[in-house]
């Protein structure tokens, strides 16, 4: 699936949060890719971006959504869930 024309950076950003989900707080570009419907080159390019500015970061070649990722998330919805999730799964990260 392509996106759509006009589509801007922005409302892709958020199609690549939504791509997340407690139980799956963890994902390549490709998943992410394939859940967006972004080709895959936009979809890297963006995550590279997302990564570089603090929202996600890159762990054995997965894409993880961070606490601060999430939080400014959940200002286009109540995902408080996530919150929770990703700030167990950063821990286990960080822990080893």
């Not at 892709?12 to 890719?33: D, N």
């Not at 961070?66 to 286990?92: I, K, S, W």
């Amino acid at each position: 699936m392509r996106t759509q024309r006009g589509e801007s950076v922005l409302a892709r950003a958020v199609r690549i949060f939504e791509a997340f989900t407690p139980e799956e707080s963890a994902l390549t570009v490709s998943e992410i890719s394939r859940r967006t419907g972004l080709h895959v080159a936009t979809a890297s390019r963006l995550v590279a971006e997302l990564v570089s500015y603090g929202f996600l970061t890159r762990v054995d070649g997965r894409e993880h959504l961070l606490p601060y990722g999430t939080m400014a998330f959940n200002a286009f919805g109540p995902r408080n869930d996530l919150v929770a999730a990703d700030a167990h799964r950063v821990a286990e990260l960080s822990a080893g």
